[in-house]
């Protein structure tokens, strides 16, 4: 307001233009400032309230009314502040300006206060319930897949091992949970039916040859038959079974109880292998079977005796399971780290049904072919239980009627 009613100033006429200082003091009267023009001797050019007394109380009154309506504690008041007209470093003049202090809103500003404030409470209450509706959906995401994991363990610990939640959520931690849940479940189950299966196993074993053995002697007792050798012989074959059958049990027990010392020495795996294939030579005649050892390795540092148990159980295998003719390899190869021995043959193979739990201990792909076999289910267990004691690993390929891989891996420094 000062500059512009300063620059009215005509310094080489040393008049004022009088008139446009009169609009300049209207419109500032508008935005609610009361004004005074004086010249340089002081004499009024132009007083707002002079020219419309009644304009200049409307706006004072409507100010004053409206800022203490809305901000009754601000206590405001008018204030006049004098500020002088200056013109190229001259004093011209001053401007008085009535205003009220400390600050006051108009009419425009009271609508831009209004529809803010509007805007700010409904983008608030908004974004509450937003919130609110996101953190409800949100918790019923991660509640649910919980509670269901919840009832599914309680139904679990209960004895029902069918139990499996099948449900997906959005969240890959709670889908983790459930699917280890469910894995659980699985092999609480297995485990539960190979604890069945071992009871019936081991009673069936026994039932057969305790059987035979009490009606040979029984006979013998009651003098139907004579006790010839032959009828001896058998006898104690069955006794042999039985022995057989126990030896296995116990040789497992001790490999997986954990506390089997290893005996380290360094061995030479090849000759182990040709020994285990020599002593397999009966069958492998009887079974006119092409078996040959390829490949070489250095020595590893091993349990002799253990690392034979290996390759008589995975050989003896692969003689029961290769029909007439077949061919059986085992491949020796090394790396800087591990030595790999395979396996191989050429007869019947394993399902994929039955793939996964080959290595379980009485589990035998087809019950009665391991009973007319005479494996227990055992000797794979036992060859899993040996390689883990070494630090190393065993794995199998394998598919019905294209034969079987077994792959063993020893580190070279156990
Ligand atoms: P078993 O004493 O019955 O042979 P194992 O633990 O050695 O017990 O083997 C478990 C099952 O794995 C066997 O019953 C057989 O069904 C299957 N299996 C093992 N080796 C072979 C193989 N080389 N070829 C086909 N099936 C095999």
Redesign the pocket.
Known sequence: ITANAASQYDPSADAWNVGYIHAIGMYALYDGYIVKVYDAGGDILWDAEACDMKACSMVMEGIAGRMRAKYPYSHGKFTTQDIPMLQNGRNIGMVSVGYYSPYFFDDDDFLFLDALNTVLAGSGILSLLLAAVMGWILARNVSDPIRKTVDAAKRMSAGDYETRIEDRSDVRELDELTASVNSLALSIRRQEDLRKQLTADVAHELRTPLTTIGTHIEAIMEGVWEPTKERLASCYDEILRIGRLVLDMENLAKVESGDLKLDMTPVNLAELAETTIHNFETQIRAKRLNVSAEGSCGPVTADRDRMSQVFV??I???V???SEGGIIKVVFSETDEAVFFDVS?D????SAD?LPF??ERF????KS??RA?????????V?RSITSAHGGAVEVE?SPGC??R?RVKLPKTA
């Open positions: 159980n995975l003896s295998n692969a029961k399971y290769t043959d007869g019947e193979g394993i039955d080959i290595f589990y035998r792909a087809d072919r391991g076999t005479g494996g227990s289910g055992i000797g794979l267990a060859v394998s034969g079987s077994f």
